[in-house]
């Protein structure tokens, strides 16, 4: 597993700087004022002001800092030391406050202390994972009683998809193998290279999410699909005026997106 990990930080070291000069992240909108969350998350999450907030897998911390733009004190977490480092550059440079640490998440009880009213993720985070079950422990013991975790994250369905093929063509398992899944791109999924890049990917299905959380003792308060989704996921998608990409042949009747709530109890 530790080589697996390795991989994978070092994939995401090497994506850290492609993502901050990548048009598909919008530094230099966030760094004139904006806000990289979409509207799902902006939607549903709200009320975080004076609320501490962790935010677990946050990458090079635009999603975070927009979270203490709306007034929440927020910790993010990643494995990828070249993110952390930009988060915090980008935390001194723009004067917002956020503490940034570097870990592996099932490590994280072993490196932070704090409890939070609210741990949050999102958008193809759960496909870095093997363990879902010590992921659900590490957001149970970080959560205050109370507290709520909130994910927004790419349909596992959607997952089962050929990317390349408009027809809706299954090419993809949708239940868990411990053998991860292993890929090669040029780039990244926001910016390409000429570089051949490998990774490893676990995929999940939503009853592994439900039951992982449950088993951590977390209560789902509220569980939402949505036919739109941040990319073009699968080929043949068309991008709206909001920005989010839709599939136009199948009317929208596939799902794309889930957003989960849970609270954890007092």
Partial sequence: ?????NSNRHLWNKWTPLHEQSLAYKVAEFKSGGSTLRPVEHNELKNVAGKTLLHLQCHFGLDTLSWAREGADVVGVDLSDESINLARSLSSELDIPATFICSELLDLPNVL???????????????????????????????????????VEFHPFSNIFDSDSPELKVANQ??????????????????????????YNWKHSLSDIFNALIGAGLQIESFNEFPFTLRERISGMVQG??????????????????????????
């Fill in 174 to 199: 949708y239940f868990f193998s411990e053998e991860p899944f292993r890929f090669e791109m040029q780039g990244s999924y926001a910016a390409e290279t000429n570089e051949t890049v490998y990774g």
């Fill in 241 to 266: 005026e909001d920005d989010l990409w839709r599939l136009t042949k199948q009317n929208g009747m596939v799902p794309l997106l889930f957003s989960l709530q849970a609270r954890k109890a007092n």
């Fill in 113 to 151: 202390t704090r409890q939070f009213d609210i741990v949050f993720t999102s958008y193809g985070v759960l496909n870095w994972l093997s363990d879902l079950k010590g992921w659900a422990d590490v957001i149970a013991h970080f959560l205050k009683p109370d507290g709520i975790f909130y994910i």
């Fill in 1 to 5: 597993m530790d080589d697996y990990l």
